[in-house]
Nanobody, 124 residues
């Protein structure tokens, strides 16, 4: 089992920045590919970004590319999502997820473990 706890969400004005963190415990963190997803009210959960076990491969959905950066610190068992130039349409609950097979996938069905989510609200 892997336990994931997100933090760092909050209310920010459009154009501002936030850094989300996801702390993992329970298994060897460096064995897992890690992803970030988000879900806005009334919408499906959508992929945001993914990072491979080593951190050498990253992939982003088109709407956040150039604004968001995913990174990880395996010594701290933590994955981060730096979000810059935030827009109101980025408002959602953000979830981190762990993939034991390191598929670097954009589909939520590839992930084995999920955190409880952290709310990000961007005001216009």
């Amino acid at each position: 089992q892997v336990q994931l706890v997100e933090s760092g969400g909050g209310l920010v004005q459009a154009g501002g920045s936030l850094r989300l963190s996801c702390a993992a415990s329970g298994r060897t963190f460096s064995n897992y590919g890690m992803g970030w997803f988000r879900q806005a009210p009334g919408k499906e959960r959508e992929f945001v970004a993914v990072i491979s076990r080593s951190g050498g491969v990253t992939y982003y959905t088109a709407s956040v590319k150039g604004r968001f950066t995913i990174s990880r610190d395996n010594a701290k068992n933590t994955v981060y999502l730096q979000m810059n130039s935030l827009k109101p349409e980025d408002t959602a609950v953000y979830y981190c997820a762990a993939d034991s097979a390191n598929k670097v996938a954009a589909t939520q069905y590839a992930y084995d473990y999920w955190g409880q989510g952290t709310q990000v609200t961007v005001s216009s």
